[in-house]
């Protein structure tokens, strides 16, 4: 019974916590706007859409930095952690593409 199961120990690097806080933040802007604004369609994309946007597409060099350092120092960590960025970013999109907002 060798060996030790990989822990998220990698979330104490800032390169795993940011893409995930700004994951939440982009969820809780969808969710603010549809909870204040409803889901109507608008003529065109405003602040809100602008910043979900910004904020989903800057994880990525974030994410990627993350994966280049980390992957080849502790794996397993690292692919809970990558795991973790991914369903954060999964659910930060889900209101987007079910509601078509």
């Known amino acids: 019974?060798?060996?030790?199961?990989?822990?998220?120990?990698?979330?104490?690097?800032?390169?795993?916590?940011?893409?995930?806080?700004?994951?939440?933040?982009?969820?809780?802007?969808?969710?603010?706007?549809?909870?204040?604004?409803?889901?109507?369609?608008?003529?065109d994309e405003g602040t809100a859409a602008h910043l979900w946007q910004l904020l989903m597409a800057g994880q990525i060099p974030i994410i990627a930095f993350f994966a280049i350092k980390w992957l080849p120092r502790t794996p397993g960590s690292a692919l809970l952690v990558l795991a973790l960025q991914a369903v954060a970013g999964l659910a930060a999109a889900a209101p987007v593409f079910l509601l078509n907002f």
């Open 1 to 43: 019974m060798g060996g030790s199961a990989p822990t998220f120990t990698g979330l104490r690097r800032p390169s795993a916590l940011i893409p995930l806080a700004m994951s939440i933040a982009a969820l809780a802007l969808v969710l603010g706007h549809i909870a204040i604004f409803g889901t109507a369609r608008q003529a």
